[in-house]
């Protein structure tokens, strides 16, 4: 079997990112995140994303038997993200560029809302990376 880079190489196909799933549950630990995102970004000189993660905010039915790094609490979601964030993020030589959340608006374990509709702290992870810097320098 060749492997999928190099026939991406064969047929001189272009891409600028490279982009991952990742879950506790079923791709590993944090510094396995790491060290997968570092040596992609290294070994191909490109751009690295999270394309797809989530983490419960509330046990659910699913993976009740696999313990999770954080407890399955609005504050344990809150800390997944806030740490897959600061993996991303940081990445050599700035090529970690993002992490894409797997439906965060369904009323399920994974979501960003609670039972009535109102937003968890997760949302403050967000505040780091989307809100104006604030500027001392007059502009």
Do not use: C
């Amino acid at each position: 079997m060749v492997p999928e880079d190099v026939k991406i190489r064969e047929y001189d196909i272009p891409y600028d990112t490279i982009g991952f799933s990742f879950y506790p549950w079923s791709h590993g630990t944090l510094p396995d995140l790491k060290a997968t995102l570092e040596f992609a970004a290294a070994q191909y000189n490109k751009d690295v994303i999270v394309v797809e993660t989530g983490y419960q905010n509330r046990p659910s039915r699913y993976f009740k038997e696999l313990p999770g790094p954080y407890p399955k609490t609005p504050e344990g979601q809150k800390q997944w993200l806030e740490d897959v964030n600061a993996i991303v993020m940081s990445v050599a030589n700035g090529r970690g560029k993002g992490v894409y959340w797997w439906e965060p608006g369904n009323n399920q374990a994974r979501g960003f809302f609670d039972a009535g509709g109102n937003t968890l702290p997760v949302f403050d992870v967000f505040h780091r990376y989307t809100r104006p810097i604030h500027r001392t320098d007059g502009q």
